[in-house]
């Protein structure tokens, strides 16, 4: 259904569904420490639970565009900037959850724990570049950054990556959903390269067979 001021009500519906479904895992952890179900250490629990949902929305925004490239259809881009805020409203979480739970009144110790202690060290630095990328995120800085808001922006991918590695650094030993993500990760970046790659072996072979044919 569409108006005639040019109002798409199924988008509007699909956004607000999006809407919904980022904020239902916050809602269930915060039901939760509530009810007193988040086991012996809730402090533990909340870091977890906000920490896995900024990577999984991390690598579910980045997957937009291979989305688009496999589909050959724009939608997905329609939701990529929505993923990526609630991605940086959960690693906001992460960071407060670390900040006002964990270390409570020993706010002397963070700098030291992000200096000495990588997998933090790493963490911090992509919750910081995700920092820019969501103030810059509205339609009034794309059209102010014109072709440079395209490379900011491109610090979302090193931000998947940090925020893979900080998981990897984290859980030590059972590395199993860390590598998860890593593989899933690496395969949004093969999708999204294999455009390029394919034009710039074209363009090698097209160069090749103009010097042969010298």
Do not use: C
């Not at 006002?100 to 706010?107: A, E, I, R």
């Amino acid at each position: 259904m569409v108006l005639s001021r040019g109002i798409d009500w199924r988008w509007v519906g699909l956004k607000a569904l999006a809407h919904i479904l980022a904020l239902l895992p916050a809602a269930w952890l915060i039901y939760r420490a509530l009810q007193d179900q988040l086991g012996a250490d809730p402090i533990a629990a909340l870091t977890h639970g906000t920490g896995d949902w900024t990577l999984r929305l991390l690598l579910l925004g980045l997957a937009m565009t291979p989305l688009r490239l496999v589909l050959k259809h724009s939608w997905p881009i329609r939701f990529r900037r929505l993923i990526g805020l609630y991605a940086f409203f959960y690693a906001s979480l992460h960071l407060a959850v670390y900040l006002f739970l964990d270390l409570g009144s020993y706010w002397a110790q963070i700098g030291a724990d992000i200096l000495k202690r990588p997998f933090i060290t790493v963490g911090f630095t992509a919750w910081l570049l995700l920092i820019p990328l969501a103030v810059t995120s509205n339609h009034w800085m794309m059209r102010r950054l014109k072709r440079n808001w395209q490379k900011l922006h491109r610090l979302v991918y090193a931000t998947g990556i940090l925020g893979v590695l900080h998981y990897w650094w984290l859980v030590k030993s059972d590395v199993r959903e860390p590598l998860l993500y890593a593989g899933i990760l690496a395969l949004l970046f093969a999708i999204r390269l294999k455009p390029r790659l394919h034009s710039w072996l074209q363009s090698r072979r097209a160069a090749d067979h103009g010097q042969d044919t010298a």
